[in-house]
């Protein structure tokens, strides 16, 4: 592989110029090391053309030209620093041995400018351009090497304050005071549910409804928002004669027109808002309501699940509701800085839900605005963790990047409408804690981690190209180190995920181990439908809700 080259450069008039004793430098095993390597390796070279002079008596004309060795030192390809304190040492070890260091220009009978010329000044702006590619280069390495160490390092803080603050919540003495209501407590609710497109497990939603154990007076209001399907007449045929169902159709605006559409006709002092897809425990709404009991809490989260695990895609989708979701409004609830009371399962306060203007249709996430805006009204916002209800999360790869490129745009969206508040005191903890959660750890890192996965990948093909040129040794010690590096990634998670599946009762701890093939395939649509939700933002383009197939694969878990 060497000689092509070599001969191609001779014919353009190089000379090349070869190497008798290696010193190792490059492995960086100390200043003593190199120079123990260089004397070491002069020694053998010496002691070859020895023997070839006594098994000859004489000496060929190659020989005579070759009694003395040229040493291989580096001056680049990293930190050099023990190759430059190995220097002096070595020159004084080479002299104390009798050798002379000489210039190459002068074994090759060459003056130095002969040697060395000076370059044309032709070649100036081809020079200047070189150096400003490399430099380019070189700082993008530097300033990559530093965002993923600070990435580190701030994804590891964060991940150990989320996890102490929601075994605090679940746990400790500083569980929230509104986590229970007095009997007394038992407010009218209005039950909201809109619906498009949800023939199929409609009725399977209003059951459960009316199933529940709640003492107070409530009533359930379906709203079909101008679904092509029949949503409402299926509805109607089960339930239209119930005298707490209320079955209402409106034409298509979306799903904060349907759920202001019910909003405007509930007569509960207490709204919850479900998504037509959800079932939900019998005790969900007596435990959703609860934490309103305080009168500074406007908004209550309930803690959903995903309901159909029914494959790898749905599997995951569950430790991730579990992870990235319910634990950090565990946590979040303690700061009360929860920034989304999801549509799934959640309460409102009526008379605040219409204060502020009810449901908002100017992004796609209109649960998180509405918390958003409840919760810079001075409210607090409530999560009641055992207030359980299960979704109908997509069993696709392309259902849930179509799903969750809507909640990220929705995000982007809301966080960009409500900027004012981001690190305004007035705000408190939202806009000192929440807010820059939500920049930095959903939007922000989520944008770059593709990056990351790439110089993962990178990292290996360089192994490999490091190995055919240094050799097995050196390839696996960097192997190692790589491997170990992510490693440390696949843990941190697998560690948090197993913490938040104890946190919740009954739930199937063997779906943590998913973790570990997790960051191989799901982790990169995140990043993907993140990736593409800045790209629309960008372009300015007008991103719509979108349908998602319903399956009706739902059903009552066998959990408490």
């Given at each position: 592989d060497e000689l092509v080259p070599a001969g191609i450069a001779s014919d353009l008039g190089y000379m090349t110029i070869g190497l008798h004793v290696d010193s190792d430098d490059w492995r960086k095993p100390g200043a003593d090391q190199i120079v123990r390597n260089v004397i070491d390796g002069r020694r053998r070279a010496l002691a070859c053309l020895d023997s070839l002079h006594l098994k000859r008596n004489e000496e060929t004309p190659l020989e005579k030209g070759c009694s003395g060795s040229i040493v291989l030192l580096h001056d680049g390809g990293g930190d050099r620093a023990q190759t430059v304190a190995a220097l002096g040492p070595l020159i004084d070890s080479l002299r104390a041995n009798g050798d002379t260091l000489i210039l190459l220009s002068g074994l090759a009978g060459l003056t130095h400018a002969e040697a060395m010329p000076e370059l044309p000044s032709s070649s100036r702006n081809a020079r200047y351009a070189g150096l400003a590619a490399f430099g380019t280069l070189g700082f993008m390495e530097w300033a990559l090497n530093w965002m993923f160490l600070l990435a580190i390092v701030l994804g590891v803080g964060r991940l150990a304050v989320i996890v102490l603050l929601a075994l605090a919540q679940r746990f400790g003495r500083f569980r929230a005071t509104h986590a229970t209501a007095p009997d007394s407590w038992q407010p009218s609710v209005t039950l909201v549910v809109p619906a498009y497109n949800e023939e199929r497990v409609i009725n399977k939603t209003i059951a459960s409804l009316l199933a529940q154990d709640y003492l107070g007076t409530f009533d359930i209001i379906v709203v079909d928002d101008g679904s092509p399907d029949d949503t409402s007449g299926v509805a109607n045929s089960a339930y239209g004669t119930h005298p707490r169902v209320s079955i209402l159709r409106k034409s298509n605006g979306g799903k904060a027109s349907a759920l202001n559409y019910g909003v405007a006709r509930a007569q509960g002092d207490i709204m919850?808002?479900?998504?037509?897809?959800?079932?939900?425990?019998p005790d969900a709404v007596r435990r959703l309501v609860a934490p309103l009991a305080d009168p500074r809490v406007g908004a209550v989260s309930g803690n959903a699940k995903v309901g159909n695990r029914t494959n790898l895609v749905t599997r995951w989708q569950a430790v991730e509701y579990i992870t990235s979701q319910n634990?950090?409004?565990?946590?979040?609830?303690?700061?009360?800085?929860?920034?989304?009371?999801?549509?799934?399962?959640?309460?409102?306060?009526?008379?605040?839900?219409?204060?502020?203007g009810g449901f908002s249709d100017d992004t796609l996430a209109e649960d998180q605005d509405l918390t958003l805006a409840i919760r810079r009204r001075g409210y607090k916002i409530a999560f009641a963790?055992?207030?359980?209800?299960?979704?109908?999360?997509?069993?696709?790869?392309?259902?849930?990047?179509?799903?969750?490129?809507?909640?990220?745009?929705?995000?982007?969206q809301c966080m960009w409408k409500h900027r004012d508040a981001l690190l305004r005191p007035k705000y408190g903890t939202l806009g000192f804690i929440a807010m820059p959660n939500v920049w930095i750890f959903q939007l922000l890192f989520a944008a770059v981690s593709p990056l990351a996965d790439l110089l993962f990948a990178w990292s290996l093909v360089s192994v490999w190209l490091v190995r055919q040129e240094h050799g097995s040794t050196y390839a696996l010690t960097n192997l190692e180190q790589v491997l170990s590096l992510y490693a440390v990634f696949v843990l941190v998670d697998w560690g948090a995920a197993v913490i938040a599946t104890l946190l919740e009762p009954g739930e199937d701890r063997?779906?943590?181990?998913?973790?570990?093939?997790?960051?191989?395939?799901?982790?990169?649509?995140?990043?993907?439908?993140v990736v593409r939700s800045f790209a629309a933002a960008i372009r300015g383009n007008v991103v719509g809700w979108g349908t998602l197939?319903?399956?009706?694969?739902?059903?009552l878990p066998t959990y408490p």
């Open positions: 919850v808002g479900l998504d037509a897809d959800t079932v939900v425990l634990l950090d409004r565990r946590a979040f609830s303690l700061l009360n800085c929860i920034t989304v009371v999801p549509g799934a399962i959640g309460a409102w306060r009526s008379a605040v839900v219409r204060d502020v963790d055992d207030a359980i209800a299960l979704t109908e999360a997509p069993d696709t790869f392309g259902a849930l990047a179509k799903q969750r490129f809507r909640w990220s745009f929705g995000t982007l063997r779906l943590t181990w998913l973790i570990f093939i997790q960051r191989f395939a799901y982790r990169q649509i995140m990043y993907w439908v197939e319903r399956k009706g694969t739902v059903s």
